[in-house]
């Protein structure tokens, strides 16, 4: 079969990371998540916490230390997005895989061999993933679903040209708590196979 590439992005707590790693074994290709980040934290001689600071709030004390003229956390944010923007790009060309998150939608928008999945779930759904699963208490769930989801959409909104809607760049749009983890992977992995099987 012909290199395909599929990215889901997702909401917090939403269960798109675990959709897509058992995506990845139905379909036997790989899967790229945190491996993305560690290479990135390779390329640019950095700690993977640190640059997982970076990544997602863009104010960590080493990029006001390294940039101390004001420059700090948009110059080091750009330089991980570029720094990652190429890792995904190489992936894409390389083999067949499902990319998690880090605009991969957008970066991959002109490969006609890829299909752009969004998961998302209402907040009670979400809020009981991280209560059940996750064993959080509920007020910092809460607080971590409304932090994260929000800094996902300042960064694709920052990093993504024209990019307005949730709905730019996606091709299927699934709640996940309305068929469960399992159930969503198996629906999206047919659809992937039907899309791109010979």
Known sequence: ??????????????????????????????????D????TAKRLGESVPEISRVEEAGASVFSKRRYPLGMGIASMQEEVFATQSSIICDLAKKESCIIVGRCADYLLRENPR????????PIEARLRNCVELLGMQEK???????EVDK?????????????????????ILIDSSRFGAHK???MLSDMVLSVFGD
């Open 114 to 121: 890829c299909l752009n999945i969004y998961v998302f779930a």
């Open 140 to 146: 910092t769930a809460r607080k971590m679903i409304r």
């Open 151 to 171: 800094a996902r959409e300042i960064y694709r909104l920052r990093h993504c040209d024209g990019v307005r809607s949730v709905l730019d760049h996606r091709d």
């Open 36 to 39: 993305i980040v560690e290479e």
């Open 1 to 34: 079969m012909e290199k395909y590439v599929v990215t889901l992005s997702r909401q917090f707590a939403s269960m798109g990371r675990t959709i897509a790693q058992e995506m990845s074994k139905t379909l036997g290709i790989e899967f790229y998540d945190r």
């Open 184 to 186: 969503t992977a198996c």
